[in-house]
């Protein structure tokens, strides 16, 4: 299976930041990559696939990049409503998998 | 407006059976894959299974094969997880998801809200 990495684990930001979390796969996933985000008690929200594609509705200060095996997402400047958790996947190959997920909250 | 409901969940003993359904509105249910990810208590989100729109096509992970069985009804627009012989590990929230294909496993562009499963002695 291919691992996904995210870091960092925890990140503390305040409203305005510019924020950054990464993700790595275990091997080459063709860009084939969505991420996530989740607010407690709730499924998830996709914001971006085939790692830099915006979903119809997401705002645009997330966006997407990278390729091969290290990809980001971007949140140009953190609202009060993106304090979240956020989370990669890979859909290259079965079973898709997702990275362990990045809490943004609140410094 | 496109809506996933799950239902079916509860407390279990291992080796105990659960039925999970998801009812779909909004949109062509027979023409989408459809999913189940699973997401253990404080950690991540996992995928389980999947199926094509007219359901000859099936996928699982392999912890859970020849424990659960992925299954749909397009009359009814709604997808079904039987969960059987189940195992302390399974307890999870277990999410219904609308799967956009391309590649491997797809992504999901629409989540229910979930149904919590306990396997407990």
């Known amino acids: 299976d291919i691992q996904m990495t995210q870091s960092p684990s925890t990140l503390s930001a305040s409203v305005g930041d510019r924020v950054t979390i990464t993700c790595r796969a275990s091997q080459i996933i063709n860009n084939w990559l969505a991420w996530y985000q989740q607010k407690p008690g709730k499924g998830p929200k996709v914001l971006i696939y085939?790692?830099?594609s915006l979903e119809s509705g997401v705002p645009s200060r997330f966006s997407g990049s990278g390729s091969g095996t290290e990809f980001t997402l971007t949140i140009s400047s953190l609202q009060p409503d993106d304090f979240a958790t956020y989370y990669c996947q890979q859909y290259n190959s079965y079973p898709g998998t997702f990275g362990q997920g990045t809490k943004v909250d609140l410094k | 407006e496109v809506q996933l409901v799950e239902s079916g969940g509860g407390s279990v003993q291992p080796g105990g059976s659960l039925r999970l359904s998801c009812a779909a509105s909004g949109f062509s249910f027979n023409t989408y894959w459809m999913s189940w990810v699973r997401q253990a208590p404080g950690k991540g989100l996992e995928w389980v299974a999947n199926m094509n729109g007219d359901g000859s096509v099936k996928n699982y992970l392999d912890s859970v094969k020849g424990r659960f069985t992925i299954s749909r009804d397009n009359a009814e627009n709604s997808l079904y997880l039987q969960l059987n012989s189940l195992r302390v590990e399974d307890t999870a929230v277990y999410y219904c998801a609308r799967v956009v294909c391309c590649a491997g496993s797809g992504w999901f562009n629409y989540w229910g809200q979930g149904t919590p499963v306990t396997v407990s002695s």
């Open positions: 085939k790692a830099s």
